[in-house]
């Protein structure tokens, strides 16, 4: 995947965020109650606005477990939730691509926040180039791989973007938003470093990355491992025939052992990869199921934030060689005390 982030690129996402923030209209006399009813696409955007307002809100999230965000379409239900809603957080990027009409029209009654996109407008006010951290989408041309939350260090901006909506929303408790931002930040941290730390153990010449669709290319990225998707970016494209012969050639070429599974997408094209390995007497297996689109189980380690990539790096670095405990980053992977 090639990193490309034009000057025109920037002005149409730019002015799609302007739109956004432009077209709301939120009643001058609506008054805020505790909690704040927040709404959220993705379980990944969710976990964040309990690390942040604590008490001062509860959090409803539209996709839960194993739900595939690229093919959701809102029900009547979530529509009126959102509709009742105080603020609502989506990722943006093209990522809940069929809910974009109604995320629109809402944006005219309601606080509405494409929060990867507002991280990513971000990056240019701290002097950062954005060509060196966005990831373009090759198949969609003038998209953008909307998975931001495989990198750590880049998520870690969408938690200011959800801090400051909040504290714009809520300014008598601005201050304590801003204070667990600040302590839920140093937390992701230590998980980057984790991360960092555990994928260096693998062997260089083993630090390939095959999944069921491409939703991995920030992780590939951050922590310098190689990465290869059956299906695109989106899991709305089919990988054909063709792509399927590439990636086994490339797996049989490289001595490639192990592909991982995804929780939220069907494995059938992973099957025919290791299937077709395996008629060129080269053994592929399922190096472990991962969490892309969407996090674990309610209630789980795994299904937080923290806990879908402590998941997923452990899983990945011991599959292909590396050293990472067994339990992970924090000792509570399943099978431990966050089962």
């Known amino acids: 995947m090639t990193r490309r982030f034009t000057t025109i690129a920037v002005l149409v996402l730019l002015g799609s965020i302007l739109a956004y923030a432009g077209g709301r209209s939120e009643p001058a006399d609506r008054l805020l109650e505790y909690p704040i009813d927040v709404v959220a696409t993705t379980g990944m955007i969710g976990d964040i606005v309990p690390q942040v307002a604590g008490e001062y809100a509860r959090v409803h999230v539209l996709m839960g477990e194993e739900v595939d965000p690229h093919l959701y379409r809102p029900t009547r239900a979530d529509i009126a939730r959102m509709q009742r809603a105080d603020i609502v957080f989506y ?28 991280a990513v407008a971000g990056l240019a006010a701290d002097g950062i180039d954005e060509q060196s951290v966005l990831l373009d989408d090759e ?6 791989d909307p998975h931001l939350w495989m990198d750590v260090s880049l998520w870690m901006r969408v938690v200011d973007v959800v801090r400051d909506a909040l504290a714009e929303l809520d300014p008598p408790n601005a201050e304590t938003y801003r204070e667990n931002a600040t302590v839920y930040r140093e937390e992701l941290a230590e998980l980057d470093r984790y991360v960092r730390e555990i994928v260096a153990t693998i062997p260089e010449e083993r630090r390939v990355l095959v999944t069921a669709h491409d939703a991995f290319g920030y992780f590939g990225a951050a922590y310098e491992v190689e990465v290869l998707g059956v299906q695109g970016i989106s899991t709305e494209s089919e990988a054909g025939l063709e ?29 025919a990869v290791i299937e077709g390995a395996a008629a060129r007497d080269h053994r592929v297996v399922v190096g472990g199921n991962l969490f892309s689109d969407a996090m674990g189980p309610a209630g789980s380690w795994e299904g937080t934030y923290m806990g879908m990539i402590d998941h997923n790096a452990t899983t990945i670095v011991r599959a292909l060689g590396g050293s990472a405990p067994e339990r992970g980053f924090t000792g509570r992977l399943s099978g431990g005390d966050g089962r």
């Open 91 to 118: 990722n943006g990027l093209y990522l809940e691509g069929r809910m974009g009409d109604t995320l629109a029209q809402l944006s005219r009654t309601r606080p509405v926040f494409p929060v990867a996109e507002l």
């Open 139 to 144: 198949e969609y041309d003038g998209t953008f």
């Open 243 to 271: 792509d399927i012969n590439a990636l086994v050639r490339f797996l049989v070429d490289r001595g490639v052992n192990a592909v991982f599974a995804e929780t939220t997408v069907p494995d059938r094209a992973l099957s």
